[in-house]
């Protein structure tokens, strides 16, 4: 079956580093997203992978491995505006995109 | 402000009903994406549409069905609506039909009673 799996819940603290990581078993493989979702609020777009490496996007940088199935979004300089949940998804080769149930990410001052 | 309307906000209905929900791309995107996201099942793809096209189907229910019609606006259907519907319903909308980057509207809060 379909599955992407992250971790439900992670705390960092403001000014440091976090990652936060997504392994995936598709039917195909099509592409890989990263959004962020505030509570309440629509997910917003961070980050599309489709070859192998690093996407570095400011504070925010998104890896890839097909070979692994897996994928990490890593967020630096964290600020308090960064608490929220961070959706990985993957589209599969029949272009359905499947996310993951999301990580809800808790900053402390 | 993403440029993708959705409407209504807020839809408080019976069981048993029907309703329609409905979603505006932002000027010049061709593609429309329809996602249901609940406290316990996390964002579920519904459907995609490009240029009035259908392109992709998820787990979409057969008492759902969508459109996107010539002007691109898009609708979702919900009929016979059970208390287990109750759910966001998020459209998107990007240029291509790859979702390379796309932008979701506000949402529909649709609660069944």
């Known amino acids: 079956g379909q599955n992407i799996d992250q971790p439900t819940e992670m705390t960092a603290t403001e000014g440091a580093i976090v990652q936060i990581n997504c392994t995936y078993q598709?039917?195909?493989?099509?592409?890989l997203f990263w959004y962020q979702q505030h509570a309440g609020e629509a997910p917003t777009f961070l980050s599309y992978?489709?070859?192998?490496g690093l996407e570095e996007k400011g504070r925010f940088s998104s890896f890839l491995s097909r070979s692994k199935g897996y994928s990490y979004l890593l967020l630096k300089e964290l600020q308090m505006k960064d608490s929220a949940s961070y959706l990985c998804?993957?589209?599969?080769?029949?272009?359905?995109?499947?996310f993951g149930k999301g990580t809800r990410l808790h900053i402390l001052p | 402000d993403s440029g993708v309307t959705q409407t209504p906000k807020h839809l408080i209905t019976a069981t048993g009903q029907r309703v329609t929900l409905r979603c505006s791309p932002r000027?010049?995107?061709?593609?429309v994406y329809w996602y249901q996201q609940s406290l316990d099942q996390g964002l579920q793809f519904l459907i995609h549409?490009?240029?009035?096209?259908?392109?992709a189907k998820g787990n979409i229910l057969e008492r759902f069905s969508a459109q996107q019609f010539p002007d691109l606006h898009s609708e979702l259907n919900l009929s016979s609506l059970e208390l287990g519907d109750s759910a966001l319903y998020f459209c998107?909308?990007?240029?291509?039909?790859?979702?390379?980057?796309?932008?979701f509207g506000q949402g529909t809060r649709l609660t069944v009673v």
């Open positions: 992978n489709v070859l192998d």
């Open positions: 998107a909308s990007s240029p291509g039909d790859e979702l390379t980057e796309a932008f």
């Open positions: 998804a993957v589209r599969d080769q029949d272009d359905k995109i499947i």
């Open positions: 549409y490009y240029n009035g096209e259908e392109r």
């Open positions: 000027s010049g995107d061709l593609s």
């Open positions: 598709t039917s195909g493989f099509n592409g």
